[in-house]
């Protein structure tokens, strides 16, 4: 428990009503969305409402050596919120304001707290759109999908966070508060320091304000959905779209296990025979080509022996979306511990990953299954176990290893969208090597001397910590 | 002059072949494309074939404390190759080789001194194009592209060289090598240190790979020219055609003065009574898309008094690219110095910034011409001078200041393609305040803590030394 004058203190910067303690409130800031991690009690949660608060928040807790987990919604999948040293939580949640909408320049101005699907809802009046797509949308904040890199359903023709964030304003370590970047297309003054800040997880800096870039909303999309009886017809489909040049805004997969479970919530109407679907939507602003490219992965679709549904209506869309959202609740709702992976590989390679994850589920006897992105290698394989069965734990620990070092193997990458946090720092070294950790370190050390912003995240404690291969 | 013992020891590392010294030599590597700065003559040229080969020399030069200034064909516009500090020119040319086309994932592996236009000629057979096209595309290498975050004519639909960049291997300063990112389209694992090296401009370590992003090449295309008595309408067309959501692939301006001098130059026929000149070009993989967005741009350009000229052949628009193209060469035939600049703004302040151009052209009675690219606010406002009139020398430096300063008050950027160099380090702090001149100084000092790596150029050698606004 933090001293009584820093309580003090910190309610003297952000008011009485945005420091909240007490056990109930400390436990509801212990976790986030990530299973099997280590969850840890904070000492406070301070709400700041501006940038002056935050940084003299920061300076407070620079004094005092406490460390500050900044978080948004807490809706990320590595542990990347959770206050393992204890210290102050601080949530961004109460800067939401949309600072401006700048519809000639195509961009946005945000406060960090602000939702996802609010900016969207904002700036639909003007016909644009924020093209990053995490499944938590209507939850995620700008903050924290931006701090975590978020990628989504999109990822495949619109790409990720990191391609929509044009400049920000950042609190340091120091206190300092610097800003970075702005509304023009081109901007080569100083180094890139948005893309380090954009996935950094919280550990370099606090991010404040976020300048991102907009899009013309397309107006006409065709959704479909393409069962398979067998696996490596679903990846090859993936692969001969990608190779026609058909670049569908979403391409989506869901294995056999994945639709029974999402049949048996959602009631649906999925065919809960097929090995595998994939969920398909094109879109443009032209009706012509839309109608092309949708006839193009139609008879893609056909060749390699799927069967088509084709939504013919916004509802009959909207339901084909909300059986892929309920993928993740689906399969949580099956058992107590719900460990959600995003190994991802280069999109070539999907089919040969998609086998492999369905031999490590047979291997370690799990219930394993596997849906995603398919479109941009990007795969969730989903394991469901039992927390207090330890030697199911177990098996289910091992499994991830495999899941890792199988996409290391094919080319990928340890996580696509998800974030290292606590989950896979372990492994990080596997993947960029001794020189890269310390290059990790050398970043880290620089910026946050003390370690003070989000410690015990992303960058191991100690250099050489990673599994051997 | 380096001792012998380190010219053996070099050679002992790459080869006698590839040590140049000797006075013509060292002349030729003392500058590069860029106008008023300070040329150097460096005490060596070395030329590694192999990653292993820079990190020898990396390793030899941090033993002996020498300087060393990575270079690709020195068609930079910054100052960023000149050896200030003299020491060793580490010239990439010779590591020349395309590892890799991955045509299934749409991606290239090259090697730093692999020129770009031999990259696109090597993908073109795939239906393939690496969309970043710097005015240097036939002579400019990746690595100095990559190194400087290269812009170009295609920047408005299709981004800089950051959006293709995907992953890398750098040397560092500590002589380790690092590879970072891959060839998934999703990656947050670590830090995103692609992005942060490109545009480093060599200051962090030596681009030694480079895993870059391929598009299918646009089937189908229209240029036109629009030719305008007052700069205004060419300005308001600009908005209008970005207002439309129509993304051109480019979209030129030339001023009256540019104009003419490029009709002096070329004789192709260009209208030299025009104020102003918009070259535009829309492109895209459906003839129908492609011919309705040249409909609502020839709309908009009438609605704003243009007159327009349509290149309906290949031959047609080779001829007005081979014009746009000639801006500069022909601007700078006029006199012995021409300082280009590439101050940037906001897409919707173009017409403010072009009239201010010219104010500022006539204030310092200076011969200035303006051209670029319009569509991403991204403009080269040209003087042409007498380096041997101090006078007139004097007054240049006064309008650049005042360039950069407007830039700065219309929510733009020092530089939008060319980076800061030695040329524009002195104004940085006004971009980036005291706090971000302090983070810049961090980064540098702990990737490179004796600043052995092409020292004096991006970052100002002392804190602070910014010009106040």
């Given at each position: 428990?933090?001293?009584?004058?820093?309580?003090?203190?910190?309610q003297?910067?952000?008011?009485?009503?945005?420091?909240?303690?007490?056990?109930v409130?400390?436990?509801?800031?212990?976790?986030?969305?990530?299973?099997?991690?280590?969850?840890a009690?904070?000492?406070?949660?301070?709400?700041?409402?501006?940038?002056?608060?935050?940084?003299?928040?920061?300076?407070?807790?620079?004094?005092?050596?406490?460390?500050?987990?900044?978080?948004?919604?807490?809706?990320?999948?590595s542990?990347?919120?959770?206050?393992?040293?204890?210290?102050?939580?601080?949530?961004?949640?109460?800067?939401?304001?949309?600072?401006?909408?700048?519809?000639?320049?195509?961009?946005?101005?945000?406060?960090?707290?602000?939702?996802?699907?609010?900016?969207?809802?904002?700036?639909?009046?003007?016909g644009?759109?924020?093209?990053?797509?995490?499944?938590?949308?209507?939850?995620?904040?700008m903050?924290?999908s931006?701090?975590e890199?978020?990628g989504?359903?999109?990822?495949?023709?619109?790409?990720?966070?990191?391609?929509?964030?044009?400049?920000?304003?950042?609190?340091?370590?120091?206190?300092?508060?610097?800003?970075?970047?702005?509304?023009?297309?081109?901007?080569?003054?100083?180094?890139?320091?948005?893309?380090?800040?954009?996935?950094?997880?919280?550990?370099?800096?606090?991010?404040?304000?976020?300048?991102c870039?907009?899009?013309?909303?397309?107006?006409?999309?065709?959704?479909?959905?393409?069962?398979?009886?067998?696996?490596?017809?679903?990846?090859?489909?993936v692969?001969?779209?990608?190779?026609?040049?058909?670049?569908?805004?979403?391409?989506?997969?869901?294995?056999?296990?994945?639709?029974?479970?999402?049949?048996?919530?959602a009631?649906?109407?999925?065919?809960t025979?097929?090995?595998?679907?994939?969920?398909?939507?094109?879109?443009?602003?032209?009706?012509?080509?839309?109608?092309?490219?949708?006839?193009?992965?139609?008879?893609?679709?056909?060749?390699?022996?799927?069967?088509?549904?084709?939504?013919?209506?916004?509802?009959e869309r909207?339901n084909?979306?909300?059986?892929?959202r309920?993928?993740?609740?689906?399969?949580?709702?099956?058992?107590?511990?719900?460990?959600?992976?995003d190994?991802?590989?280069?999109?070539?390679r999907v089919?040969?990953?998609?086998?492999?994850?369905?031999?490590?589920?047979r291997?370690?006897?799990?219930?394993?299954?596997?849906?995603g992105h398919?479109?941009?290698?990007?795969?969730?394989?989903?394991?469901?176990?039992?927390?207090?069965?330890?030697d199911?734990?177990?098996?289910?620990?091992?499994?991830?290893?495999?899941?890792?070092?199988?996409a290391?193997?094919?080319?990928?990458?340890?996580?696509?969208?998800?974030?290292?946090?606590?989950?896979?720092m372990?492994?990080?070294?596997?993947?960029?090597g001794?020189?890269?950790?310390?290059?990790?370190?050398?970043?880290?050390?620089?910026?946050?001397?003390?370690h003070?912003?989000?410690?015990?995240?992303?960058?191991?404690?100690?250099?050489?910590?990673?599994?051997?291969?």
């Amino acid at each position: 428990m933090l001293d009584e004058i820093i309580i003090n203190q910190l309610q003297a910067i952000v008011g009485k009503d945005n420091v909240l303690i007490g056990s109930v409130n400390l436990t509801t800031y212990s976790y986030d969305a990530t299973a099997d991690v280590p969850h840890a009690m904070p000492e406070v949660i301070v709400m700041p409402t501006s940038t002056a608060q935050v940084r003299k928040v920061v300076q407070l807790a620079a004094w005092k050596s406490i460390a500050i987990y900044p978080r948004g919604a807490g809706t990320n999948l590595s542990g990347g919120t959770i206050p393992l040293d204890h210290g102050i939580v601080l949530s961004l949640q109460k800067m939401d304001q949309i600072v401006e909408i700048d519809a000639e320049n195509l961009t946005a101005t945000v406060q960090p707290g602000v939702v996802i699907q609010d900016l969207n809802n904002a700036i639909a009046p003007f016909g644009l759109m924020y093209p990053p797509d995490p499944g938590t949308v209507t939850t995620a904040t700008m903050g924290g999908s931006v701090a975590e890199n978020s990628g989504g359903l999109r990822g495949l023709k619109y790409g990720v966070t990191k391609h929509y964030v044009m400049g920000m304003e950042v609190v340091l370590a120091n206190g300092n508060s610097v800003r970075f970047g702005g509304k023009t297309v081109k901007n080569v003054t100083a180094y890139d320091f948005s893309s380090l800040f954009v996935g950094s997880e919280g550990t370099l800096g606090i991010i404040v304000e976020i300048t991102c870039k907009l899009l013309p909303e397309p107006k006409f999309h065709k959704a479909m959905l393409a069962a398979f009886n067998v696996m490596e017809d679903a990846g090859k489909t993936v692969s001969d779209i990608i190779k026609a040049q058909v670049i569908p805004a979403t391409l989506e997969i869901m294995d056999n296990m994945t639709i029974r479970t999402v049949e048996d919530f959602a009631h649906v109407g999925l065919p809960t025979d097929a090995a595998a679907l994939l969920l398909i939507e094109v879109d443009g602003m032209a009706e012509l080509v839309v109608a092309q490219e949708a006839d193009a992965v139609i008879r893609i679709v056909e060749e390699n022996h799927g069967s088509l549904h084709i939504a013919n209506s916004d509802e009959e869309r909207d339901n084909l979306w909300s059986a892929r959202r309920a993928a993740l609740p689906a399969l949580a709702s099956l058992n107590n511990t719900v460990v959600l992976e995003d190994a991802t590989v280069p999109r070539s390679r999907v089919t040969d990953m998609l086998l492999a994850l369905a031999e490590i589920g047979r291997k370690y006897r799990l219930v394993l299954g596997t849906f995603g992105h398919a479109g941009d290698g990007n795969l969730h394989p989903t394991i469901l176990a039992d927390k207090y069965n330890a030697d199911e734990m177990s098996r289910v620990h091992q499994a991830v290893e495999e899941i890792f070092a199988t996409a290391l193997k094919l080319g990928g990458t340890l996580s696509g969208e998800h974030g290292i946090g606590i989950a896979k720092m372990r492994f990080l070294g596997n993947e960029i090597g001794d020189s890269g950790l310390e290059l990790m370190q050398t970043i880290k050390n620089a910026l946050d001397p003390t370690h003070m912003l989000n410690p015990g995240k992303l960058i191991p404690r100690e250099e050489k910590t990673h599994v051997s291969r």
